[in-house]
């Protein structure tokens, strides 16, 4: 039976990229388009599924968090100028932070279930309640439900229908009552906006495993992209 399933990670990773830059157009100089802010739901559970696979098959985690820590830092101020219109905005973090806390939340997770006695479990689930309480506490973008929903994909691989279904339901009570936004009126029900992100789902489910074409100028493109655009947007918003 051929495989059906056609998306590599760096094309699902070209698609988030762009939803995401619909979404921070909409929020700076292309006010009023609903529907740019509604794909750019899409953007956040493809990053958190591309970061829970790369936890997976990562040979140097230390590593991947640096490059994390560093695009945050990096970030932090492009992204003040866009959700702040300002060099310094301590009210909301870069998205990166989350990504960062989200990694170590799925090395706790992986410890705390491997570690044989409770005392040997303690220290692992005490990360792991940090992994999630501090981007809430900190403000970073999506939070602890960021967080939610990369541990999500992470305890969720495997692909079967089962996953599918856990996935879906899981995206939907984050998307629905941890997160808020605008809110629409589907007959009795109010749906939140973010809501959206459910649409990622089946650009996930045909994610055929493989990464795509490896190049380290590709790699390094594809996270300079988030503070590169991010820079130019807020200096165009502060310029209006």
């Given at each position: 039976?051929?495989?059906?399933?056609?998306?590599?990670?760096?094309?699902?990773?070209?698609?988030?990229?762009?939803?995401?830059?619909?979404?921070?157009?909409?929020?700076?100089?292309?006010?009023?388009?609903?529907?740019?802010?509604?794909?750019?739901?899409?953007?956040?559970?493809?990053?958190?599924?591309?970061?829970?696979?790369?936890?997976?098959?990562?040979?140097?985690?230390?590593?991947?968090?640096?490059?994390?820590?560093?695009?945050?830092?990096?970030?932090?101020?492009?992204?003040?100028?866009?959700?702040?219109?300002?060099?310094?905005?301590?009210?909301?973090?870069?998205?990166?932070?989350?990504?960062?806390?989200?990694?170590?939340?799925c090395h706790c997770a992986?410890?705390?279930?491997?570690?044989?006695?409770?005392?040997?479990?303690?220290?692992?689930?005490?990360?792991?309640?940090?992994?999630?309480?501090?981007?809430?506490?900190?403000?970073?973008?999506?939070?602890?439900?960021?967080?939610?929903?990369?541990?999500?994909?992470?305890?969720?691989?495997?692909?079967?229908?089962?996953?599918?279904?856990?996935?879906?339901?899981?995206?939907?009570?984050?998307?629905?009552?941890?997160?808020?936004?605008?809110?629409?009126?589907?007959?009795?029900?109010?749906?939140?906006?973010?809501?959206?992100?459910?649409?990622?789902?089946?650009?996930?489910?045909?994610?055929?495993?493989?990464?795509?074409?490896?190049?380290?100028?590709?790699?390094?493109?594809?996270?300079?992209?988030?503070?590169?655009?991010?820079?130019?947007?807020?200096?165009?918003?502060?310029?209006k």
């Open positions: 039976m051929p495989n059906r399933r056609f998306f590599t990670a760096n094309q699902l990773k070209a698609i988030a990229l762009f939803c995401m830059l619909l979404d921070h157009m909409w929020a700076t100089i292309v006010p009023g388009r609903e529907w740019m802010t509604c794909v750019g739901r899409i953007a956040f559970p493809i990053f958190a599924f591309e970061l829970a696979q790369g936890y997976t098959h990562t040979h140097d985690l230390r590593a991947y968090a640096k490059r994390l820590l560093l695009l945050a830092v990096v970030s932090e101020v492009p992204f003040d100028m866009v959700v702040g219109g300002t060099y310094f905005y301590p009210w909301h973090q870069n998205v990166a932070w989350t990504l960062l806390a989200g990694l170590w939340a992986d410890r705390c279930r491997t570690a044989p006695t409770l005392p040997e479990k303690l220290p692992p689930l005490l990360g792991l309640l940090a992994a999630l309480l501090l981007p809430g506490l900190l403000l970073t973008d999506y939070g602890t439900a960021g967080v939610v929903i990369i541990l999500l994909f992470r305890l969720t691989r495997g692909g079967g229908w089962r996953s599918c279904l856990a996935q879906a339901v899981g995206l939907f009570v984050v998307s629905q009552y941890m997160l808020i936004g605008q809110v629409y009126l589907v007959g009795p029900f109010e749906i939140q906006q973010e809501c959206f992100a459910l649409l990622a789902l089946p650009l996930i489910w045909l994610y055929n495993g493989q990464h795509g074409r490896k190049n380290k100028a590709l790699q390094h493109a594809a996270y300079a992209f988030y503070p590169a655009h991010l820079l130019v947007l807020g200096m165009l918003f502060m310029a």
